[in-house]
């Protein structure tokens, strides 16, 4: 988290205008002024869940401006670590330096990280997610595919029935769903593999050392994306990290940006090009 902060005060050119640019999900972006090239901008997958409305959890907010208001200009990076610290000292900073420091991963999530989807993030109680689609068996059009939600559901069905708008067919749904197999019988748990690249790269998965693994990868992502933790794409980089087939991990989780095509500098289909040449040499 320090080295994003740390990168956007090096690539920044002050003043700078926060503004907050959806990307997929509805997860905000922060752009401004930068001593090379403009960040790129997001756009919206199109099409929507199949009851035509956005899904529950998903319409997202504007994470940057929960720390930094919305089109606010900050006239220097010192009004922009104040702007941060509004609510808490968390980030202290190096004026001479141009440096920061995080004091408080709490605070960081509080600020700039609190989660825009509901429990169940990607397979939804009522299948209303877009991931529930990419399950999709004969005759049905989106499934559950979610097994620890499923014995969650199983588990506490007591506990659960008590709460408001609870319904038992919850747990039987999933349980159903789980059940199905494609049209190639395959089942919703090898399906689930085949989508999760930890599953070839650790070894806490059958998975592991089943396939060969691509030498260099190049990992992007915005800090503020609300999705996921960032545990997610930190994981997905250390298991790279350690497997012996891969050569290179280029990583970088950008400061001040959503779910989008996330780049510290320039356009992301250059800086893309630009890597591939780098490896091919």
């Not at 089109?71 to 001479?96: F, H, P, R």
């Not at 693994?213 to 992007?220: N, T």
Request: glycine fraction near 8%; charge should be positive.
């Amino acid at each position: 988290m320090e080295q994003s902060l740390n990168n956007f005060l090096k690539d920044t050119t002050f003043p700078y205008k926060a503004t907050s640019t959806e990307g997929p999900s509805g997860a905000a972006a922060q752009t401004g002024t930068k001593k090379s090239g403009s960040l790129p901008s997001g756009t919206k997958p199109s099409g929507t869940a199949k009851s035509g409305k956005m899904p529950s959890g998903s319409s997202g907010t504007a994470m940057g401006s929960q720390s930094t208001s919305s089109g606010k200009t900050y006239k220097t990076a010192k009004a922009y670590i104040k702007s941060l610290n509004k609510n808490g000292t968390w980030i202290t900073y190096n004026v001479k330096k141009n440096t920061a420091t995080i004091t408080s991963m709490k605070a960081f999530v509080k600020h700039c990280k609190t989660a825009s989807k509901d429990v169940g993030a990607f397979d939804g109680l009522t299948r209303q997610q877009t991931e529930n689609q990419l399950f999709a068996t004969s005759g049905s059009s989106a499934n559950h595919f979610d097994s620890t939600i499923s014995k969650l559901l199983k588990q506490n069905s007591a506990k659960y029935a008590k709460l408001k708008n609870y319904k038992a067919s919850y747990a039987k749904a999933y349980q159903k769903d789980l059940k199905k197999t494609d049209a190639l019988g395959s089942t919703m748990q090898q399906r689930l593999n085949l989508y999760n690249p930890m599953y070839y790269l650790t070894s806490y998965y059958d998975g592991y050392n089943t396939s060969k693994v691509a030498k260099y990868w190049r990992i992007r992502t915005g800090i503020n994306q609300s999705d996921t933790a960032l545990t997610v794409e930190t994981n997905l980089k250390l298991a790279l990290q350690q497997n012996k087939q891969v050569k290179s991990v280029d990583f970088a989780t950008v400061w001040g940006q959503g779910h989008t095509e996330a780049e510290r500098t320039g356009n992301n289909e250059t800086n893309f090009i630009k890597w591939v040449n780098r490896s091919l040499k």
